[in-house]
């Protein structure tokens, strides 16, 4: 007898952007996301045009979760989470870095530019639903 798997509960009215300059990391991130149960993910190639999109939507479901990678052109991780953090609007937003970089410098720059959470490339669903679910905890959104 086989048992049925259950998709794990996740908020469902969560907009995730996701912002990356390589568009296979987007699509990766994307996918994983989408087999946890999220319906509503946007994407970005890099921090200026993660804000212009947080500045825009307006629509049913807002962008109200940022995944960003942290080196990126014309405005890095670093320089989007300030921005946010910076924003009456976006302040309370939860943002989960996402880097291949795993240096102690670039963890304190972001826990100290206000990310909720820091997760290191490459990571399975298991890990990303782990660390989403600590970051929505501490928000308030599970």
Do not use: W
């Not at 804000?51 to 014309?74: F, H, S, W, Y």
Request: net charge positive.
């Amino acid at each position: 007898m086989q048992l049925a798997t259950k998709k794990p509960a996740m908020p469902p009215a969560i907009h995730i952007l996701v912002v990356d300059d390589f568009a296979t990391m987007r699509r990766v991130i994307v996918t994983l996301l989408r087999e946890l149960g999220f319906a509503h993910v946007s994407e970005a190639e890099d921090g200026a045009k993660a804000l212009r999109l947080l500045q825009a939507k307006e629509g049913a479901i807002p962008i109200n979760c940022v995944m960003t990678d942290l080196n990126m052109p014309v405005m890095n991780g670093i320089e989007l989470l300030q921005q946010i953090r910076a924003s009456i609007q976006f302040e309370q937003m939860p943002v989960l870095m996402v880097t291949a970089e795993s240096k102690r410098e670039d963890i304190v720059a972001a826990a100290q530019a206000g990310a909720d959470g820091y997760i290191i490339k490459p990571f399975n669903s298991a890990t990303l639903k782990d660390k989403l679910a600590r970051v929505f905890a501490k928000r308030g959104l599970a």
